[in-house]
């Protein structure tokens, strides 16, 4: 036995057998449209990039604000809601591995739909408890197995909207899920920011609905890693005590505070990006694609006749990278990040030509 096999040993089972979250394509070098990973085609607020300047030349020897004050306040005005309503994260990410700590135990369960964002059963796994995947229906709707009682359920996930679908379940569909629910909800709302609706208000009215946003997408900042909760303030004081002492470091902060501040910035980018993506979804019809109305920042397509995953190979021996996924009992197809509007010309008229 060499070193390295001997060591394997001392892992807990659960880490050894999972399967690692494969994360989308970063190229290397060269030039490349990136349209893979959901990310801003666009650069952030430039109030982002003088607040972190600022501090940066501030004293960096001394730990951040633990509780991410400054954050919170004016998130929370930006939100109709009060401070201690929000739990600050290191991106999305972190929030929902502290909500996955602090609610489902080793043998106990975590629901989600399927399919949806792969991290989460992930999450399960390390605890060394167990995911049970309720498949949507075909339209994207969930039907009373995600609802179904069942004694060793702790927690479930929604990502709202949905990847890789784009689609959406309007506040009251999630409301009478949460009713129904014998356990407390997420509601992942990592793309909430380009849909019409949201379910901020459900978190006012029931205190076991909880709902996570990510400054990733809308607000271009997905190499600054910021994300937040809202929920009731006596979940967000238990919440604390699940998370790591300065999640958060300082140039973080700084960067998702400016972000949130600026407004303005924020409506200007969603027009745009909104406008793309309903551009891209109507050509990729016109091309004979099968494709969902998305209210997120990507679009989710197949073609009836030609292999998503030719297409995929073909795109990206031309420089263009898009995301091929393929569901055990689903089906696959493509996922498209919505880039800026020549990006988004240039994959339609690699599309075009390849189903000429």
Known sequence: MNRTSEIEQFFRPEIREMAAYVPGEQPKGGK?????????????????????????SQRLERYPDALGTGFRIRAAEVLGVEPDWILCGNGSDDILTILTRAFVGQGEKLRLPYPSYILYRTLSELQGAQFEEVPFCRDFSLDQRFTAADEK???????????????????????????????????????????????????RKNPRVMVSRTLSKSYGLAGLRFGFLVA???????????????????LSLAGATAAIDDQTWLLDNRRKVVATRDRLTSKLRDLGFESLDSQANFVWCKHPEKSSRELYEQLKADGILIRYMNYADWGDGLRISVGTDAQVDACLAYLAGYLA
Do not use: H, W
Request: with cysteine; charged share 20%.
């Open 32 to 56: 490349v449209i990136k349209m893979n990973t959901n990310e801003n085609p666009y650069p952030p607020s430039p109030k982002v990039v003088q607040a972190i300047q600022e501090a940066a």
């Open 232 to 250: 009731q303030p006596p979940v967000i004081e238990m919440l604390r005590k699940v998370k790591d002492s300065y999640n958060c470091d300082a």
């Open 153 to 203: 359920l702790r927690f479930a996930f929604l990502p709202n909207p949905n990847s890789p679908s784009g689609t959406v379940l309007t506040p009251k569909q999630v409301a009478e899920l949460a009713d129904q629910l014998p356990c407390p909800l997420l509601v992942d709302e990592a793309y909430a920011d380009f849909a019409d609706s949201n379910c901020i208000n459900l978190v």
